[in-house]
């Protein structure tokens, strides 16, 4: 069963550092690779940063190339999102996700946890 759960997400000021972090179902963690995604209101899900099960290579989105890093955790089936710099436009439902199709250009994702808000604000 894949199983996703988020954590560390709340209210941050402008220029501030945030950790999001993701248990996942072992079978899920085995199996799949794994990302970030995030939604606003009234926008499609965009990709944020993904990370290859297979070699460990990673996807940013041009938005947040230099400011986030993505890294996984074998030992305690965990993927992290470090979160640097955040500005408004950063401010979103962030979602952990499987991802079915890992790509230099972009990741999709198809299996996805509950989302945690992340709110940039003064």
């Known amino acids: 069963q894949v199983q996703l759960t988020e954590s560390g997400g709340g209210l941050v000021q402008p220029g501030g550092s945030l950790n999001l972090s993701c248990t996942v179902s072992?079978?899920?963690?085995?199996?799949?690779?794994l990302g970030w995604f995030r939604q606003v209101p009234g926008k499609g899900r965009e990709g944020v940063a993904c990370?290859?099960?297979?070699?460990?290579?990673?996807w940013y989105g041009e938005d947040v190339k230099g400011r986030f890093t993505i890294s996984r955790d074998v030992g305690n089936r965990t993927v992290t999102l470090h979160m640097n710099n955040l500005q408004s436009d950063d401010t979103a439902l962030y979602y952990c996700?499987?991802?079915?199709?890992?790509?230099?250009?972009?990741?999709?994702?198809?299996?996805w946890g509950q989302g945690t808000q992340v709110t940039v604000s003064a």
């Open positions: 996700a499987t991802v079915l199709l890992f790509q230099v250009t972009g990741c999709t994702g198809n299996h």
């Open positions: 990370v290859s099960s297979v070699d460990d290579s990673k």
């Open positions: 072992k079978v899920a963690f085995d199996y799949w690779s």
